[in-house]
C-alpha cells in the first residue's frame, strides 16, 4: 500500500507560480515511479508529467512543457511539481500518483495509486 498526500494548491494570478507537494509512505518511495496529473471541471483526467524512480528521467505533456518542473527527493519521501507562467487553463484538480512498475507513463491506468488531489486555480 502507498499512501500519497498532496499540497500546494491554491489561487493564483495569470503567470504566477505555485509549487505541489506530494509526500508518500507506506513502501519504499524510491521503488516506484511518480506522475502528476490533473482535471478540470468537465474534462478528462490528463497526463502532466512523470518522473523515474531516481529522479533521472522526466517527461512533460506538450501543455506545461518549459513551464513546469517535476522532481522528487526520495529521502524525503516527496515529488514536486514546480509550476511557472501559470495560465487560466491550467486551473484543475491536480493529483499525484505512484507507478509501482517504475515506467511512469503518460496513461493513468499504469499508476497503482493516486492521492486525494489539490485544487489549483488561476485567475485572469
Known amino acids: 500500500q502507498v499512501q500519497l498526500v498532496e499540497s500546494g494548491g491554491g489561487l493564483v494570478q495569470a503567470g504566477g507560480s505555485l509549487r505541489l507537494s506530494c509526500v508518500a509512505s507506506g513502501r519504499t518511495f524510491s521503488s516506484y515511479a511518480m506522475g502528476w496529473f490533473r482535471q478540470a471541471p468537465g474534462k478528462e483526467r490528463e497526463f502532466v508529467s512523470g518522473?523515474?524512480?531516481?529522479?533521472?528521467?522526466?517527461s512533460y505533456s506538450d501543455s506545461v512543457k518549459g513551464r513546469y518542473t517535476i522532481s522528487r527527493d526520495n529521502a524525503k519521501n516527496t515529488v514536486y511539481l514546480q509550476m511557472n507562467s501559470l495560465k487560466p487553463e491550467d486551473t484543475a484538480v491536480y493529483y499525484c500518483?505512484?507507478?509501482?512498475?517504475?515506467?511512469?507513463?503518460?496513461?493513468?491506468?499504469?499508476?497503482?495509486?493516486w492521492g486525494q488531489g489539490t485544487q489549483v486555480t488561476v485567475s485572469s
Open positions: 500518483a505512484a507507478d509501482l512498475s517504475g515506467l511512469a507513463t503518460r496513461y493513468s491506468s499504469s499508476y497503482d495509486y
Open positions: 518522473i523515474s524512480r531516481s529522479g533521472g528521467i522526466t
